[in-house]
């Protein structure tokens, strides 16, 4: 039955990636699952969702993974807050497709500077895909999946979605669990000290009171607050536990 055949199809991306032995391992067979749908380019960016703030606020200290062009995402890091398929990816839970001229009146016509964003977007040859966010932590944080078709039509993009929409949103959302849950670790790679500190940043204490807890010079605590902090790409030691806790690579 077709049902049956669609789900079967589901469980069989979803066990290929618990099956990965690694985080790289697990983006390759991301990939692989993708491109059986014709899906050859994948931008994955997921952090905790700024309760104020920007989309750069976001961007700046988001775990990002992808095979876009290095000079495409270069260039659109640069201009952040103003494209709007970033602000939807953090605004919106539902699924965009590139080509829907909804994106361009949920807020109103286009701004000069979202124009140019889109722009950019065309001059690489991203015209063709779909954004799908995500949110996890009861809303703490969040991201969003950018899957790129370079060699469809949006019409023949249309007709892949529109018969597998669910399954490569299930997959997808699959491989940022996995990730989160499996590999989070080995991607940050903070020390026992390291997290060890954070943790207690976390419950409350100040640098001196952890190194009196844990019989250490206060700068030594400050020195792995501060090297974990940068490991995390977390601009205050507040963000870096926030960042911490929400991707898990502390658990309380």
């Known amino acids: 039955m077709p049902g049956n055949n669609r789900t079967n199809r589901l469980m069989e991306n979803i066990e290929s990636l618990r099956n990965s032995k690694d985080s790289d391992d697990l983006w390759e067979r991301m990939l692989g699952v993708l491109g059986q749908y014709g899906i050859q380019g994948l931008l994955y960016t997921a952090s905790h969702l700024p309760t104020i703030g920007t989309v750069s606020d976001f961007a700046d200290n988001a775990l990002v993974r992808t095979n876009y062009d290095p000079e495409f995402m270069a260039e659109k890091m640069k201009q952040l807050d103003e494209d709007p398929f970033f602000d939807h990816a953090l605004s919106q839970t539902e699924s965009l497709l590139w080509d829907d001229a909804s994106f361009s009146t949920y807020r109103g016509e286009l701004s000069k500077e979202e124009k140019a964003c889109v722009d950019l977007d065309w001059d690489f040859g991203l015209v063709t895909g779909v954004n799908i966010p995500f949110q996890f932590e009861n809303g703490r944080g969040g991201g969003a999946f950018g ?28 491989y940022d669990i996995c990730l989160r849950e ?34 250490l010079h206060p700068k030594t605590v400050e020195n792995q607050i501060s090297s974990a902090r940068k490991k995390l790409n977390a601009s205050t030691s507040a963000q870096a536990v926030s960042k911490a806790l929400i991707l898990g690579v502390i658990s309380p």
């Open 182 to 215: 499996r590999f989070i670790g080995s991607v940050y790679s903070l020390s026992p000290r390291e997290k060890e500190c954070l943790l207690w940043l976390a419950a409350g204490l100040v640098p001196k009171q952890i190194a009196y807890r844990l019989g």
């Open 147 to 174: 899957l790129h078709a370079p060699d469809m039509s949006w019409e023949e993009f249309r007709k892949i979605w529109g018969e597998h929409d669910d399954i490569l949103t299930q997959t997808v959302l699959s």
